[in-house]
């Protein structure tokens, strides 16, 4: 059993950076694949990236590749999504998630879910 804890969202400003912190309890942190999905109002939940729990592979959505950097830190249990040059369109409210499998973007491979942090960036 994995339970996933998100914080760090606020209100930015386009152009900012956030740093998103997932807290995961369990002794089997470090066997999950970790995840971040976002949702924005009206739309459905996207994939944002994940990374691997040996930290070697890491997956992103293509609207965020080379703006956001994923890192874990298996001691604290604890998963980051570093978010820079943020846009009015990375508003959302962010999950991250636990997947046994190696990598997925389908969050229907997830199996633990965070309640999510609000990320809103103002233009």
């Known amino acids: 059993q994995v339970q996933l804890v998100e914080s760090g969202g606020g209100l930015v400003q386009a152009g900012d950076s956030l740093r998103l912190s997932c807290a995961a309890s369990?002794?089997?942190?470090?066997?999950?694949?970790m995840g971040w999905f976002r949702q924005a109002p009206g739309k459905e939940r996207e994939f944002v990236g994940a990374i691997s729990w040996s930290h070697s592979r890491t997956y992103y959505e293509d609207s965020v590749k080379g703006r956001f950097t994923l890192s874990r830190d298996n001691d604290k249990n604890t998963v980051y999504l570093q978010m820079n040059s943020l846009k009015p369109e990375d508003t959302a409210v962010y999950f991250c998630?636990?997947?046994?499998?190696?990598?997925?973007?389908?969050?229907?491979?997830?199996?633990?879910w965070g309640q999510g942090t609000q990320v809103t960036v103002s233009s």
């Open positions: 369990g002794r089997t942190f470090r066997s999950y694949t």
């Open positions: 998630a636990a997947t046994s499998v190696l990598y997925s973007d389908s969050e229907i491979k997830y199996d633990y």
